[in-house]
């Protein structure tokens, strides 16, 4: 089977953009890629790209826009994790050789607001039961509970990410806040207050694969490992969403089997990792992705918090780029956002942001389905 | 008049009963009923009636109303682990997380969310906690 390399990379900046339409979006942030990668019409043999709420054909209007059809285009859908499934196709065809070159992109525009998941049946809205912050403090408050999490830590989380973003002009929000300002900021759904909570938003990112002994202008990232996992019953809490779930601790999180699997297929472990993007939709969010990746022992992620590993400058920084409490969440985009981040990281093009010396990196989302992804790229 | 929610939930008596399923196979509870146990995918599972009581295992309030809801802000909303396994999301009659404690005891009520546009009364089911229970 034949290896993957990441050979170009693009972004469209995350955040609110009157009079840009998701099309736009996904032509700038494909446009970019290709030039990197050296690839024009003719050069790539398929595209897969994630949207949640782009429509119908959203990948055809943007390689329309661009005169680059003729080759399958797939749309993907997984909800936070559309991109991580369109990464995946994408990765599996060129291992398994049909295709040596393959565009991946994903972008979209969200509505503002409490996000209205069509995943909720209408019975769900009308009894109060379809609020998506509400899922959050619960999954918070029993974090809180198991692994000695306070609102401190939870603001903190914050605090670090928005420093982060300070040097990201591709995020929404570039601007430093502090634990007062955070725990200022109205309470959602207890124990998380609004600044604890990502913003739905707008952007698009772009990656082109190809095969690993083809040659490449830009510096390769080796793609180690793209998987996406469903969720297995039990969990309530889960991002399945279920009505209810089993009083059974003993079963894994969407999230644990995604990572289990890529780090089998990466061949490497969480000691091996230099730096992480993973899923902070709200600060607890970050802190359980942390446990359930195994950054941490399960209930250390407050200490892990603590010791300062996941700050830039410390062992293991988590969410260089801001995250998605400084970038924002454009569902289809945020999962390739996260990878585009890690390539220039391991590429060396970070900027003030740039972890030192880093040579493997994962990233990681999980959203409605449940869908959790989990990449693994080297150099 | 008085109409569920949805159909099938719970039963709109005294007292109110979730109304759930239980597999043959390998002996897990579900809510809502289901006709595949998604558990260990086997067909057929018994129809039961749940415990009316149970305790709080997480909670919190909705401080603003959600998509497509119509009720009053701030309420509760919590999950309730009951006797058979099983760890249900719900309302609770209880809107402020300051008055509640983790693992006390809830029961099972049916209460008023809005009136519809046909003038009906649309209720639901949620948890209350024991001790607000009249004497």
């Known amino acids: ?379 | 008049m008085r109409v569920m929610v949805r159909e099938g939930l719970f039963t709109d008596t005294d007292p109110p009963a979730l109304l759930g399923s239980c597999c043959g196979v390998c002996g897990s509870a579900h809510f809502p009923r289901a006709d595949t146990c998604p558990y260990c995918a086997a067909e057929g599972p018994e129809p039961v009636e749940l415990s009316r009581r149970g305790t709080l295992w997480a909670w919190t309030a909705v401080t603003a109303s959600p998509p497509g809801y119509q009720g009053e802000v701030p309420y509760g909303i919590g999950v309730v682990e009951l006797p058979e396994g099983l760890r249900v999301i719900t309302r609770l009659t209880e809107g402020d997380p300051g008055a509640l404690s983790p693992g006390q005891a809830l029961e099972l009520r049916v209460v008023p969310l809005h009136r519809d546009g046909d003038g009906n009364d649309v209720v639901t089911y949620a948890f209350a906690p024991v001790e607000a229970v009249a004497p």
């Open chain 1, 1 to 379: 089977m034949t290896g993957v390399v990441v050979s170009g990379v693009g972004l469209h900046p995350f955040g609110r953009f009157e009079g840009v339409s998701t099309t736009d979006m996904g032509v700038v942030a494909v446009r970019a890629a290709l030039r990197e990668a050296g690839v024009g019409k003719g050069g790539f043999q398929a595209a897969f790209c994630g949207t949640a709420y782009g429509g119908v054909a959203t990948g055809h209007k943007v390689l329309s826009r661009l005169g680059l059809t003729g080759m399958p285009i797939v749309d993907v859908e997984a909800g936070c994790a559309s991109g991580s499934a369109a990464l995946m196709l994408a990765a599996a065809a060129i291992r398994a050789g049909q295709y040596d070159t393959v565009v991946v992109f994903g972008t979209e525009k969200m509505p503002k607001g409490i996000i209205r998941s069509s995943f909720f049946e209408p019975w769900q809205e009308e009894a109060g039961l379809a609020a998506t912050p509400a899922f959050f403090g619960l999954r918070a408050q029993r974090l809180c509970q198991t692994s000695g999490v306070t609102k401190n830590h939870l603001a903190r989380v914050v605090v670090k990410n928005r420093r982060h973003g300070v040097a990201n002009p591709d995020a929404m929000f570039q601007k430093e806040t502090t634990v007062d300002d955070v725990l200022s900021s109205r309470v959602v759904c207890e124990p998380l207050h609004l600044f604890m909570l990502c913003s739905p938003n707008e952007g698009a990112a772009a990656l082109v694969l190809r095969r690993a002994d083809l040659p490449t202008p830009a510096v390769p990232v080796t793609l180690a490992a793209a998987v996406l996992r469903s969720h297995v019953p039990g969990p309530v809490l889960s991002e399945s969403t279920p009505l209810a779930g089993l009083a059974d601790e003993s079963v894994p999180a969407p999230t644990s089997l995604a990572a289990t699997d890529a780090y089998e297929q990466a061949g490497l472990g969480p000691r091996d990792l230099d730096v992480v993007e993973c899923q902070d939709t709200d600060a607890a969010r970050e802190l359980l992705s942390c446990e359930e990746l195994g950054l941490c022992e399960p209930g250390g992620s407050a200490a892990l918090l603590d010791s300062g590993a996941t700050a830039l400058g410390g062992r293991l920084p988590v969410n260089p780029s801001g995250g998605l409490l400084s970038k924002g969440e454009p569902l289809g985009a945020s999962a390739l956002g996260q990878v585009v981040e890690l390539v220039r990281q391991l590429r060396g093009e970070s900027g003030p942001r740039q972890v030192d010396g880093a040579r493997v990196a994962l990233s990681h989302t999980v959203g409605r389905g449940a869908n959790a992804g989990v990449v693994v790229l080297t150099r």
